[in-house]
């Protein structure tokens, strides 16, 4: 297990005891991880084998001392993920979770220990190469400040290994987990000071970690399907709750022209529903993953994710970019019986990231269009 999972499974296991908690996870195998577990580097080309992706099983509903207690087993048997961490910490009425796992990076780069007591020109760099080869969903909580947090605390960007945050009606919230030997004490004037970013916040000394916003109620990994779809090793991740609106994923420019061309040539409202979305990321490689249901079967999603893959193909661009400019050529890489996934190409990460952000990926389009209105002419 690598430390910044370490750090997150501990803070996270004490913060969510008393939480409620409906169903239980999916009894899955996450393996050695990129994003997490093994903390060791992910191959150059970011490719990730095709495999049948893990579903959830149903099960009596579990207390939420149950659950902690089989959160704790797996963490003490090294089998956790950093989104399954973060499932533990993002309150149920969340929407959007992303997690980067920055040691990743730096491991895939081949700087594994980088800190912010290495020089200057090193740290750059890795900026600089991290920018070019991977899909960054988040640029680090702390990095637009580092200069300050440099000079008045002694820590940077550098010194976080992980990174979850989550968004939703209720607000934001996010974890931290920063490298075991920091001085906590540099953090913890940080904090006192209203330092940018972490404001609000509070730091766990036993673990390394910082976070803010951890919900207090059921969380994510009470959704069998939310703790599913985002089951895949990955540098960086964004999950969904619940599939794209069609017209969220036209974009805001988009004309009834736009919508008409593609329900004239796809049926959109025959595609599966969709309980979750799942866009993994790493080096060059991304994974897109759907949760579906109980009922379809491993047939009807195959057929499912050809029709997605044949869609997206035609999707237009209405925005500045659009689907084309940041993924390339695709393919089903794994069928489950509620889980199925397609692996993309990426052809440039910026716009990969802001499409993932932006919520313009169509192969996560809800079956249910809701069409655009008509022009008055007014």
């Given amino acids: 297990m690598s430390r910044s999972v370490a750090a997150l499974a501990t803070v996270v296991l004490l913060l969510t005891a008393g939480c409620g908690a409906e169903g239980e996870e999916p009894d899955s195998d996450p393996g050695p991880s990129g994003v997490a577990a093994s903390g060791g ?10 495999s049948t992706p893990a579903d959830p099983t149903p099960g009596d509903q579990a207390t939420t001392d149950q659950a902690t207690t089989a959160e704790a087993t797996r963490v003490e048997g090294g089998e956790h993920s950093a989104y399954s961490l973060a499932l ?27 800190t912010s007591q290495d020089i200057m020109t090193d740290r750059l ?18 990095r637009e400040e580092n200069s300050r947090y440099d000079l008045t605390y002694d820590f940077t960007q550098d010194d976080v290994d992980a990174e979850a945050r989550w968004t939703g009606p209720e607000g934001a919230g996010f974890l931290l987990a920063l490298r075991p030997d920091l001085d906590l004490e540099l953090v913890q004037t940080a ?22 916003g951890i919900g207090t109620g059921s969380v994510w990994a009470s959704n069998p399907a939310m703790a599913a779809v985002g089951d895949v090793d990955a540098e960086s991740l964004i999950v969904r709750k619940g599939c794209v609106p069609f017209t969220t994923a036209l974009g805001v420019d988009a004309t009834v022209e736009h919508q008409e061309q593609i329900l004239a040539a796809h049926d ?36 499912d994710l050809a029709a997605r893959l044949a869609l997206a193909e035609d999707w237009p661009t209405t925005e500045s970019i659009g689907f084309a400019d940041g993924f390339g050529d695709g393919a089903a890489s794994g069928v489950g ?42």
């Avoid at 533990?88 to 220990?113: C, K, N, Q, W, Y």
């Avoid at 025959?270 to 491993?298: C, N, Q």
């Avoid at 692996?343 to 269009?369: E, F, I």
């Fill in 88 to 114: 533990l910490a993002t309150p149920a009425e969340a929407t959007h979770l992303t997690v980067t796992d920055f040691d990743a990076i730096r491991a895939r780069l081949g700087v594994p220990d980088l």
């Fill in 125 to 142: 760099e890795f900026w600089r190469a991290a920018e070019a080869s991977s899909v960054l969903l988040t640029d680090g909580l702390l």
């Fill in 191 to 212: 904090i006192d000071d209203d330092a940018p970013g972490l404001e609000g916040a509070s730091v766990d000394r036993t673990t390394s970690t910082v976070l803010r």
């Fill in 337 to 378: 019986t509620s889980v199925g996934e397609v692996t993309l190409t990426v052809t440039n990460p910026g716009a990969a990231a802001n499409l993932a952000l932006a919520d313009l990926v169509p192969l996560g389009v809800c079956a249910d269009v809701e069409l655009l209105p008509e022009p008055t002419g007014l």
């Fill in 268 to 303: 959109v409202e025959g595609l599966l529903d969709v309980e979750a979305v799942a866009i993994a990321f790493t080096g060059m490689t991304s994974t897109v993953r759907l949760a579906y249901p109980e009922g379809p079967g491993p047939d009807a999603i195959e057929a």
């Fill in 41 to 50: 580097p992910a191959s150059d080309e970011g490719t990730a084998a095709a």
